[in-house]
Every structure is written in structure tokens, then in C-alpha cells.
């Protein structure tokens, strides 16, 4: 088991940038695909970013696709969120999850075993 504590979240102005964080506890961080979603209000969690346990693939949304940049480092068992050129539309709750199996193509929520609280990350016009 592994648990996950997002930070990094915050207030930004549109065109900014932010870097989120996801700390997991235990030693067996490399053990798991990590990945990013979001959770606008009224919305479902949609997939942000993947990236494989060894940090060699890394799979993206088209929405975020060369502005934001998943990499994690096993030695710290934390896993970043680089964001910029951010817009108002990328306001949303950040949620970091751990999958077992190792694949950077798990898009969907329910293929995550583990999931991290959130962080507010929001970005004025």
C-alpha cells in the first residue's frame, strides 16, 4: 500500500506556472505508474499525465500537451506536476495516483489503486 500527498497548488494568473508535488510514503514508490488527473467543479476526474515506474515513458492529455511535463524521482519517492502557460480552464482539484501495473496508457480513474487527497490549483484571466 502507498499513500500519496499532493502540494504545489495555488492561485496563478493566467500565462503562469506552477509545479506540483506528490510525496508517497513506504519503499516501494518505484513499484508504481504514477499519474495526474483533475476535477473541475460539475465535472468528471479527467486524466492529466502518466509516467511509467522507471520515469522512462510518459504519456499526456492533448489539453496539456507541451505545456505541462510529468517526471518523478524514486530516490525522493515523489513524482512533479511542471505546469505552464497555464489558462483558466486548467483550474481544477490535482490528484496524483499510483497504479501497480506498470503502463503509462491507464487513463481512466479506475485504473489507479491509489489516490492522493488533491490540490486546488486555480488560474485567473
Known amino acids: 500500500q502507498v499513500q500519496l500527498v499532493e502540494s504545489g497548488g495555488g492561485l496563478v494568473q493566467a500565462g503562469g506556472s506552477l509545479r506540483l508535488s506528490c510525496a508517497a510514503s513506504g519503499r516501494t514508490f518505484m513499484r508504481y505508474a504514477m499519474g495526474w488527473f483533475r476535477q473541475a467543479p460539475g465535472l468528471e476526474r479527467e486524466f492529466v499525465a502518466a509516467i511509467s515506474r522507471s520515469g522512462g515513458w510518459t504519456n499526456y492529455a492533448d489539453s496539456v500537451q507541451g505545456r505541462f511535463t510529468i517526471s518523478r524521482d524514486n530516490a525522493k519517492n515523489t513524482v512533479y506536476l511542471q505546469m505552464l502557460s497555464l489558462r483558466p480552464e486548467d483550474t481544477a482539484v490535482y490528484y496524483c495516483?499510483?497504479?501497480?501495473?506498470?503502463?503509462?496508457?491507464?487513463?481512466?480513474?479506475?485504473?489507479?489503486?491509489?489516490w492522493g487527497q488533491g490540490t486546488q490549483v486555480t488560474v485567473s484571466s
Open positions: 495516483a499510483a497504479r501497480r501495473r506498470d503502463t503509462v496508457l491507464a487513463t481512466q480513474s479506475g485504473e489507479y489503486d491509489y
